[in-house]
């Protein structure tokens, strides 16, 4: 069992920056894949950004590379998602997760938030224009 925090949302002016984090309690955390993904009022969950449990595979939604990076300190038992040039249909509430499948994966993919075994409780990005 992981519990998982989001941390560090809030609302920004468009092409500013946030950074989130995600944060655990339980030393399995660092074996575990972490991903972020992010829903939108009226809209399905979707995935933004997943990294690998060493940190050395990274994926990212198309709508978002170049603009957000994803990064973990295994030591701290976190994972953070700096957003940069940050747009309006970026507002979404964000959500940290992790799958039992990604556990010790040495390369990450793109997975459905059905995936999904563990879930934070979400922080709200709320970009004005």
């Known amino acids: 069992q992981v519990q998982l925090v989001e941390s560090g949302g809030g609302l920004v002016q468009a092409g500013g920056s946030l950074r989130l984090s995600c944060g655990a309690s339980?030393?399995?955390?660092?074996?575990?894949?972490v991903n972020w993904f992010r829903q939108a009022p009226g809209k399905e969950r979707e995935f933004v950004a997943a990294?690998?449990?060493?940190?050395?595979?990274?994926a990212y939604a198309t709508s978002v590379k170049g603009r957000f990076l994803i990064s973990r300190d295994n030591v701290k038992n976190t994972a953070n998602l700096q957003m940069n040039s940050l747009k309006p249909e970026d507002t979404a509430v964000y959500y940290c997760a992790a799958s039992n499948a990604q556990k010790w994966q040495a390369l990450v993919t793109p997975l459905s938030s059905n995936a999904m075994d563990y879930w934070g409780e979400g922080t709200l990005v709320t970009v004005s224009s």
């Open positions: 990294i690998s449990w060493t940190g050395s595979s990274t």
């Open positions: 339980e030393r399995t955390f660092s074996s575990y894949a």
